[in-house]
């Protein structure tokens, strides 16, 4: 075997462990959910309807929608809500109002992420650990209290990293399907005329025949879909080719005979109802499907959880949140971050969740309205990346996005009946976030602009300084300045108090683009202002880890010759202090201020080393 078809089967198990996990284990809930609803009356035609919607909404929201067409628009080989929106965003710049909605409506789905981020795992695992009912109904009280030591024990290990246990993930998902797939072929071979409900008019029928409830039953349908935004996020850590070919080889393949396999074991036994996941399974087999179960629940809420940090680090680099402590799990893979504060925010948010809704049936209520949501949005942004980006003519753009927002629409409608039996859980966990982001930013926007109107001409002021010479010392000064061209806080202080200057200094200002990667070799711009004195600007994508030291070794033979042992940072702390004015409302000033002073040092962030960091601070008023 080549060395590419080596690495291409090395990926494609990877994206079955990681990207497929999520999808993986709705088979444990979905059909469940839509027969146990009271709404669908249990005959063969309404069996062979729903397994027909199954299967069509598969093909129809994964495979062509994800896989065929939303898979295309990567972002410098990038997938997800926040590369989706860079590129969105970027095809529209020369309307900017129309790119400020855009990217507003791109982080409200952001937002959404962290309210499905709560409920994913919370039904995943307590539908597995479920299974223990079917067993023996005396084990319900378990249930809650073994589904809550479960998910500590996930979180409490992330710190870690999942490089180590990272590599399990594939081949134990890979079983997972195999299991999926064996289940279900046990029950087709008894009816095996359950497959005529691939044909698209068993579906047609069904909705025609039953229009309200077949409006009412797409809030639960859509679990069978749970995890396609995976799909496209993920896409940077495998490549769309085994993603692809995951999919049509593995992963569908085995959702498809699994669902039919339930619907087959159901028309046999329509009592099966209560769990028929489950209830597939032989009575010897149950104890280990259980545990096969969780461990799968767990692979797919682990990529969930991997994806919460790698999405927070993208957002606060786009300048929508205030710096979190990141804690690097890899010397090898940078892309595996630890976020200590989103870690266990989500932790009690999910032990929230499960205590609150005590069932996955329960749990499927809230689900679904941040997934459509999220699912409308990135077919609103395709819709400007296929136009403005990719040029294509405005009746192709409007008749492949707008088949499929018409789809994502009729879900998200059906899923807002929803909204009163648990939808407003992620919604508003959503909309919590989404708060503290806009705060962020617009409070970040306040503060550019007092620094600027309070700012001095830093060309203007050198000039004025070397007029007459202050004293110099030995070694290199860096001063971390969020405007080009003005006086950092840090230099008037630093001139005020200590009276001198040193060797070398550097006016150092970090760019963060909309872009995911930016390489070293258009990393660095620099200029000399004279008096050994230079101006330099770096430049990182959303995902690149900022590293000043690192970054500033470009710069040797230019000039400045940059010795780690006599290089000083000089930073300024500034504490913001909210005033009644023009800025925001008095409640938001306030909340920026608290986030502000709570943000974690800059130095962490920027990879400076402590021993050489020097801070200065002041008051800033807003």
């Known amino acids: 075997m080549s060395a590419s078809k080596s690495s291409l089967a090395a990926l494609t198990l990877g994206a079955i462990g990681v990207v497929y996990g999520d999808i993986g284990t709705s088979v444990l809930y979905a059909m469940k959910e839509v027969f146990g609803s009271g709404h669908v009356p249990f005959t ?43 590129l969105a965003s970027m095809s529209v710049k020369h309307r900017p109002q129309l790119r400020r909605v855009l990217l507003i409506v791109g982080i409200f789905g952001t937002c959404l992420f962290y309210g499905d981020g ?34 500590f024990g996930l979180f409490f290990v992330q710190k870690r990293g999942t490089s180590g246990i990272g590599k399990f993930f594939g081949p134990i998902t890979l079983v997972w399907f195999t299991v999926l797939a064996l289940l279900g072929a046990m029950h087709i071979v008894d009816h095996p005329e359950i497959l005529w409900a691939i044909s698209p008019h068993y579906a ?11 409006f009412i039953i797409l809030g639960a349908v859509v679990l069978c879909v749970t995890g396609a935004e995976a799909l496209y996020a993920d896409m940077g850590h495998f490549g769309k080719k085994p993603i692809r070919l995951a999919w049509f080889s593995v992963v569908m393949p085995a959702l498809v005979i699994n669902y039919f396999g339930q619907g087959a074991l159901l028309l046999q036994n329509p009592a099966a109802v209560k769990n028929p996941f489950f209830l597939m399974a032989p ?21 969930l959880i991997s994806g919460a940090f790698s999405v927070t680090k993208q957002v606060i680099q786009l300048g929508y949140l205030p710096r979190l402590q990141i804690e690097h799990t890899s010397v090898r893979d940078t892309g595996q971050v630890y976020l200590p504060f ?9 032990a929230l969740a499960v205590v609150m809704f005590k069932s996955s049936s329960n749990l ?12 409308l949005i990135t077919t609103v942004l395709t819709f400007y990346v296929v136009r403005y980006s990719w040029k294509y003519p405005l009746w192709l753009c409007v008749a492949a996005t707008g088949f499929f927002f018409v789809v994502d629409f009729a879900f998200w409608a059906s899923n807002l009946l929803k909204l009163f039996d648990g939808g407003w859980f992620p919604l508003m966990i959503g909309g919590a976030i989404f708060t503290l982001m806009m705060t962020w930013k617009d409070g970040r ?19 004025a300084v070397f007029v007459v010479p202050p004293v110099r010392v030995e070694g290199t000064a860096v001063f971390l300045t969020s405007e080009v061209g003005t006086v950092p806080n840090a230099l008037l202080h630093n001139l005020k108090h200590n009276k001198v200057l040193h060797a070398n200094n550097l006016f150092v200002t970090v760019r963060n683009h909309e872009i995911p990667w930016i390489g070293m ?56 202090v909210p005033t009644l004015g023009d800025g925001m409302a008095p409640w938001r000033e306030k909340l920026f201020a608290q986030m502000h002073h709570n943000a974690s040092g800059a130095a962490d962030f920027l990879n400076l080393p402590n021993n050489s960091v020097v801070e200065l601070g002041s008051k800033i008023e807003i």
């Open 364 to 375: 499927a209520g809230a689900y679904g309205i941040a997934v459509c949501t999220d699912m």
């Open 521 to 576: 070799d258009k990393r660095l711009q620099i200029e000399s202002l004279g008096h050994d004195c230079w101006q330099v600007v770096l430049h990182y994508g959303f995902k690149n880890d900022p590293d000043i030291p690192k970054a500033l070794q470009q710069i040797k033979g230019r000039g400045c010759e940059l010795e780690a042992m006599t290089t000083s940072y000089f930073l300024s702390r500034d504490t913001v």
């Open 445 to 463: 926007h306040l503060l550019n602009a007092k620094l600027r109107a309070d700012a001095i001409d830093l060309k203007s002021f050198l000039e």
């Open 342 to 350: 989103v870690n266990w925010g989500l932790f009690v948010a999910i």
């Open 283 to 303: 009575d010897w087999a149950l104890i280990p499907l259980v545990i096969l179960a969780t461990m799968a629940t767990v692979i797919a809420s682990q990529a």
């Open 44 to 86: 063969t035609d309404n069996v062979y309807g729903i397994l027909s919607i199954f299967f069509w909404t598969l093909t129809v929201i994964v495979s062509i929608k994800y896989v065929v067409l939303v898979l295309r628009a990567d972002n410098n080989g990038e997938g997800g809500l926040v590369a989706m929106l860079a």
């Open 118 to 151: 709560v409920i994913t795992p919370a039904i995943s695992v307590l539908s597995a650990v479920e299974g223990l009912e079917v067993i023996t109904p005396a084990s319900k009280k378990f249930v809650i209290p073994i589904t809550l030591l479960i998910l």
């Open 204 to 214: 047609l029928g069904f909705m025609w025949n039953n229009p309200g409830i077949t």
